[in-house]
């Protein structure tokens, strides 16, 4: 299935894709049985377009801080003023209020959005 997302820059798209605010995607799944598919469907269908995605490694786990995943990581060191962190659900980022908290506290400290 082919999502939009198919195509997209890279993290270490050059540096000339980064005159303008980007859309970053981080996106999650729990095991190798499942796929991004739909997440990048979904926010395909929402119109996100040029998004720069990082994709965790399947088995990730949920209960990981999403300040210590990986590639959110990357995403966050990625990351410029005027930029969006776009996800597809919001359990694919957080499980509870107080890690949305500090994912947000994080963003708006880099003043970077957080949409869907």
């Known amino acids: 299935m082919t999502t ?7 993290p270490n798209a050059p540096a000339q894709a980064r005159n303008s605010a980007a859309n970053l995607v981080c996106q999650r799944v729990s095991t190798d049985q499942q796929s991004t598919d739909r997440q990048g469907l979904v926010l395909a269908e929402a119109g996100i377009e040029d ?4 994709e965790e ?5 949920s209960r990981l801080h999403p300040l210590q995943r990986p590639k959110f990581g990357e995403l966050l060191t990625y990351a410029q003023p005027g ?7 919001r359990f694919r980022l957080v499980r509870g209020t107080g890690h949305i908290l500090d994912v947000l506290d994080v963003l708006h400290r880099g ?3 957080l949409g869907s």
């Open 111 to 113: 003043k970077v959005a």
């Open 57 to 61: 490694p399947a088995g990730t786990s």
């Open 83 to 89: 930029d969006t962190v776009r996800i597809s659900e």
């Open 51 to 54: 998004p720069v995605v990082f």
């Open 4 to 10: 939009g997302f198919d195509d997209a820059p890279g």
